[in-house]
T-cell receptor, first 114, second 114 residues
Framework: KAGVTQTPRYLIKTRGQQVTLSCSPISGHRSVSWYQQTPGQGLQFLFEYFSETQRNKGNFPGRFSGRQFSNSRSEMNVSTLELGDSALYLC?????????????FGSGTQLSVL | GENVEQHPSTLSVQEGDSAVIKCTYSDSASNYFPWYKQELGKRPQLIIDIRSNVGEKKDQRIAVTLNKTAKHFSLHITETQPEDSAVYFCAANLRGSTGNQFYFGTGTSLTVIP
């Protein structure tokens, strides 16, 4: 079974631009969540999608948004990029539901904002 | 919301010794506590998890203990090996009516010295 796939692997953008990251979950997994990882900050929760609906949202500004498609693939968008947005963005999928919370992570997209 | 604190941030042990990493959480409603291992440049991998109705769980050289009253849980690695060197993250899942929301600690960088 293929794992969680994230594209692209690396991105370099400049301040003010926008970026879209993609995540394909493990087949059969309906929940996709996104995390921002920066040195010293660990993983910070961005949002979770299930059946094309955003169920939960972390404490990030509205510049960070996402969506989920009917095949459970998800995209994350960051508009008006700032230098502080440079980070590794990880997505994770899970079966969801009671006792099915286990997260399986992708390899991440390393975003650098210049 | 939930707040997860993790200590220590760095840990060095001699090969064969034990390593202990501790986490505390703030919300008593959290009910699922996974531990992830992230090697340099790789995705976080689930190594062990525990639910709130269990006090201890063991898998070969790895064990996790949970004290619900004190709201803390710990990862124990015995007979450490150089390949155990990695960053370890604890997490707490605050499951609500809208689904899962994972809160991560800031990570512990473990170095096993041969």
């Amino acid at each position: 079974k293929a794992g969680v796939t994230q594209t692209p692997r690396y991105l370099i953008k400049t301040r003010g631009q926008q970026v879209t990251l993609s995540c394909s979950p493990i087949s059969g997994h309906r929940s996709v969540s996104w995390y921002q990882q920066t040195p010293g900050q660990g993983l910070q929760f961005l949002f979770e999608y299930f059946s094309e609906t955003q169920r939960n949202k972390g404490n990030f500004p509205g510049r960070f948004s996402g969506r989920q498609f009917s095949n459970s693939r998800s995209e994350m968008n960051v508009s008006t990029l700032e230098l502080g947005d440079s980070a590794l963005y990880l997505c994770a999928s899970s079966l969801a539901g009671q006792d099915n919370e286990k997260l399986f992570f992708g390899s991440g997209t390393q975003l650098s904002v210049l | 919301g939930e707040n997860v604190e993790q200590h220590p941030s760095t840990l060095s042990v001699q090969e064969g010794d034990s390593a202990v990493i501790k986490c505390t959480y703030s919300d008593s409603a959290s009910n699922y506590f996974p531990w992830y291992k992230q090697e340099l440049g790789k995705r976080p991998q689930l190594i062990i998890d525990i639910r709130s109705n269990v006090g201890e769980k063991k898998d070969q050289r790895i064990a996790v203990t949970l004290n619900k009253t004190a709201k803390h849980f710990s990862l124990h690695i015995t007979e450490t090996q150089p390949e155990d060197s990695a960053v370890y993250f604890c997490a707490a899942n605050l499951r609500g009516s809208t689904g899962n929301q994972f809160y991560f600690g800031t990570g512990t960088s473990l170095t096993v010295i041969p």
